[in-house]
RNA sequence: GGCAGCGUAGCUCAGCGGUAGAGCAGGGGACUCAUAAGCCCUUGGUCACAGGUUCAAAUCCUGUCGCUGCUACCA
């Protein structure tokens, strides 16, 4: 047992019938930091992410290839899967809808519900496109006719499973009226408030298996699949283990997840489905924004897909992971452009953070052996001004990180940075090396300077992982996996031999024109 | 149509009741430890527009315009 307070933060599990491209990356980065920056906390995290693997694309995706669905999904969950590793997500465990223990609570969930006269079959009949292998409803006609895009359409009549949804309205809309913060950010409150505003019908859980065959069958009736959310949002509770009523220990969660799947499904279907099986609301909702590519919308027929493994091999990961942290304020939706990606990168990332590890470990290898030096003692007022400034952008870096506010978080911390810059030009080391007279004052700011990057070093990991144990290597140091409550000045340093210099982000070429040799 | 978010320096954004801010980009300067990096100074905004509340409004209220999004009986 431990008193660590427990955090269980999982992210949207993707849907495995196309490739992963940015969107899908930047949620798993983002869950990633606040995972990491729980864990320094010292909350107890458990990082949960996946694939949904269920569904007529992935059957068809794979029906065209001549394989057998589950082959197909196994390939391409390892898509994602070796992604999130590129990309350093910390994740705990990762979850697929076709893994036997996800299955058996799906099918928990609906036996429990069934018994309970929470869901109900109904015949439904309407037109049915076969090309697109879905209904079709008044609206979709032009002219009083079905476009010829849908292909054949017929009249069809089919027995259907039905979640009783509707009887839950009164109990949403009280729900999101007491609690104007379980969606972050809150203004997406008013967005669910506003569709609860029309009656809700009931929800249709199942297709017939003949239709149908890639799915988990209802444990009630053989002949019918489950539908889609019954399957998918499961999923967060599948992995901890679940009996009647009763969620594994970790939960309620924290759900990371994309403005398209706030309404209706996790605003509306998953607080429906876990009052009606008697488990607790999740913690919070955190809804991220989309990424247009230079203000244009992101979408495959436009072709302006952007493939983070492509930018992953340019630049690394750490530079992916800071952009678009640094870019995109959460909850809002960001523009993407390799230009800003290479300001960022070249001034931000190499000029002001680089640069700085890199001059701060020469000198200290260039005028005391590599040898961080003691500081002396009580500082000046000047010095403890340094002092003050570093850990105060820290502080307020952690206030941002608290409220969800990352890229004011990050601003804040770059602050701190730049402070370290100014702190080298007004102290000039340099100087004072050439002066035997000054020895104290240099010992002073060489054992500053380190004592400042150890800081920052420790703070980065939540960030900039790789990078951090970079910087921590060449300070001689290791990193701290949680903090101590209080923020204090590390005099610890003093007496640490560092490692070697080495160039944290390496200024990015010109464009490539052939030099003679 | 309903609702929401946004509209602040060339660009990206912070500020959200008390004399307009940061980073980048542009211009100038002093330095040399360092990835020709860093530091200092500087150009640049009637805070979309119009009303209102207030001793005082980017900051609160109303309206207008612009951009974006959500939503309008897919079982």
Redesign the pocket.
Known sequence: MTNRPSYYITTAIDYVNGRPHLGHAYEKVLTDVLARYQRRQGADVFFLTGVDEHGMKVQQSAAKQGRQPQEFCDEMAGHFRALYDRLNISYDDFVRTTQPRHKEVVQKILQQLFDAGEIYS?D???Y?STRLE??????DRVDGKFPESFGEVVF?Q?K?Y?FKLSQYQGWLLEFYQNHPDFIY?S??T??VL??LQ?PI????IS?PAARLSWGIPLPFDSEQVTYVWFDALVNYLSVLGYERGQAGGRWPAVHVIG??I???PHAIYWPAMLKAIGVAQPRQLVVHG?WTQN?E?MSKSVGNVVDPLELIDLYGVDAFRYFVMR???LG????FSEE?FK?RY???????????????V??IH?YRGGVVPSPMEPGTEAGEGFRRDVLESIRVYRENMDKL?L??GI?EL??GL?RV??F???T????M??DEARRAELDHVLHELAAALELFAQELQVLLPGTALKMCEQLGGGLQSSISQELHWPESVAGRHLGQ?Q?????LEETPSPKPA
């Open positions: 109904a439904y009949e309407g049915y879905q209904f079709l409803t008044e609206k069809l089919e259907n039905f950010p203004f997406r008013k967005e506003g569709a029309e019908p009931d929800l249709c297709r403005k398209d706030l309404v209706p989309w203000k919308k870019e995109m304020a809002y939706d960001a523009d800003q300001l070249q001034s931000e990332l190499g000029n002001t953070l680089g640069n700085l590890v890199n001059r701060s020469s000198m260039r506010q890229h004011v601003m770059w602050k730049m810059n100014q080298v030009d007004e000039a080391p340099f100087k090396a050439k210099a160039v944290l982000f390496p200024r």
